[in-house]
Nanobody, 119 residues
Framework: QVQLVESGGGLVQPGGSLRLSCTASRITFEDYAMGWYRQAPGKQRELVADMIRDVASINYADFVKGRFTISRDNAKNTVYLEMNSLKPEDTAVYYC????????????WGRGTQVTVSS
């Protein structure tokens, strides 16, 4: 069974940085677009960033442009989210997503990692 495991969340002060990681197992990683979503209490889950293969395919939500960077290491089956200049409104559970773009339509979610931005 496909599994996504996130790590790197935590408590950080406003203006600080965190790096999230998500490692996938039991998939052909290159066949999947990888993304990060977030869900704050009382709000819907929303896209933060995703990418298919390379920098040209990256898509960012407007509210993170210039602050967050998504990247992937296909050799390690891992996608990263570098988050800088964090704001209290970035507080949410961040979920990793794997969306199959080749040879199928599977869509897989991780369990999420909590990010709290507070002084």
């Amino acid at each position: 069974q496909v599994q996504l495991v996130e790590s790197g969340g935590g408590l950080v002060q406003p203006g600080g940085s965190l790096r999230l990681s998500c490692t996938a197992s039991r998939i052909t990683f290159e066949d999947y677009a990888m993304g990060w979503y977030r869900q704050a209490p009382g709000k819907q889950r929303e896209l933060v960033a995703d990418m298919i293969r390379d920098v040209a395919s990256i898509n960012y939500a407007d509210f993170v442009k210039g602050r967050f960077t998504i990247s992937r290491d296909n050799a390690k089956n891992t996608v990263y989210l570098e988050m800088n200049s964090l704001k209290p409104e970035d507080t949410a559970v961040y979920y990793c997503n794997a969306r199959q773009v080749l040879w199928g339509t599977r869509n897989v979610w991780g369990r999420g990692t909590q990010v709290t931005v507070s002084s």
